[in-house]
């Protein structure tokens, strides 16, 4: 089988993602030939993996945990004229790699591209349209959310097959969408144990694990929690994400990558992290307590916090994060039961790979 994945370059959760994807394609058949188009993180991710093209896409300014719609149109109002100007490009390398089909998340270079070769395109990205009018029913939507999701669903249409992960399991079923479980890097029962791993990563006690992402958008929950950080003398924050490495403190370490990161969410007390689908999907199925802080505007994480609401503890605003991280210690208990609760399979990647095999 040969397929040509098309993945956005924004954050890192998409490429964790298609390489949770790609690794369950390799166990199932190892002489599954992938070929990736990225740009920005999704390309340095693959290219030492796998045949990756660069390509342009879309560009999200921001630091300050909210999604502003008019910087992102003037950063990326020409993209549609070049989404067809890349496919068109992009046309004679795919051809001659010959896939069996196309997987794209919210990139409109998928879908060009599968039409050019006259091969089906499946969209494989965490919106769930279904959820939003859950929400929207629920809450006030502005109109730059209500345009993501606009254009989210749109792009859903135009793909031949729309698969959504979700992050408390397959509750229904529609003609339109698939929906899978989560889709986790690492099952938890395949890791060490809790004392092994305490002992490797040289831990007394539990540290608390703090998820920013790979934009730059959690910098500002950073700086916030680096400030008030030396009210916990007794915690230890290790954190992971964003692009700018800040000073160490006595008590907080931060890291913006490791490949080992599931190590440190097994042994963590609880997880604060922003709204993105697979650090909450890993969370969830690893039965961690969570303070998450979505980045506002941003219709995805704001949906995914909604759908935990019930689970986890939903910060407004970073500027509340001391009293918010004073409520939730005080209540970790009653999260921790909520959270223990839970029965969710982590097996999302390979129900993609039986859907992909299906279709091809």
């Known amino acids: 089988m040969r397929i040509l994945f098309i993945v956005t370059g924004v954050g890192l959760g998409d490429s964790i993602r298609v390489n949770t994807v790609i690794d369950a394609l390799k166990k199932e058949n190892p002489n599954t030939n992938i070929l990736i188009a990225g740009y920005a993180n999704s390309y340095y991710y693959f290219k030492e993996k796998y045949s990756t093209i ?27 004229l070049y989404w067809l100007f890349i496919a068109f490009k992009l046309k004679k390398a795919v051809k001659m790699f010959k896939p069996d089909i196309v997987i794209s998340d919210f990139e409109p270079t998928g879908v060009v591209l599968a039409k050019l070769v006259n091969k089906k395109c499946v969209m494989l990205f965490g919106f769930n349209p279904l959820l939003y009018k859950q929400f929207k029913a629920e809450n006030k939507v502005g109109a730059i959310m209500a345009l993501q999701a606009k254009y989210l669903e749109k792009n859903y249409d135009l793909g031949n097959f729309v698969i959504v992960p979700t992050l408390l399991g397959v509750k229904r079923k529609t003609l339109i969408y698939t929906f899978v479980n989560p889709i ?4 938890l029962k395949d890791l060490p144990a809790e004392r092994t791993l305490m002992k490797k990563l040289g831990f007394k006690k539990k540290p608390i694990l703090v998820m920013l992402g790979g934009s730059n958008f959690g910098i500002k929950l950073l700086k916030k929690l680096k400030s008030i950080a030396h009210e916990y003398p007794d915690e230890i924050f290790i954190v992971f994400g964003t692009k700018n490495l800040v000073e160490p403190l006595p008590n907080l370490l931060h890291y913006i990558y490791k490949e080992n990161v599931l190590e440190y969410m097994k042994i963590a007390k609880f997880v604060i992290t922003l709204g993105g689908e697979v650090t909450l999907s890993e969370a969830v199925t690893f039965k961690k307590p969570m303070l998450i802080y979505p980045i506002k505007n941003h219709v995805e994480q704001m949906l995914n916090a909604y759908s935990l609401k019930n689970v986890a503890m939903v910060g407004k605003d970073v500027k509340t994060l001391r009293d918010d991280l004073n409520n939730f210690i005080k209540n970790l208990d009653s999260y921790q039961k909520k959270m223990s609760k839970l029965k969710i399979e982590s097996n999302g990647a390979e129900q993609v790979v039986k859907i992909i095999k299906n279709l091809v």
């Open 54 to 80: 660069n390509i342009a896409g879309y560009s999200i300014p921001g630091r300050s945990m909210k999604f502003r719609f008019l910087p992102f149109i003037l950063r990326n109002f020409i993209l549609p």
């Open 184 to 187: 986790t890097r690492t099952k």
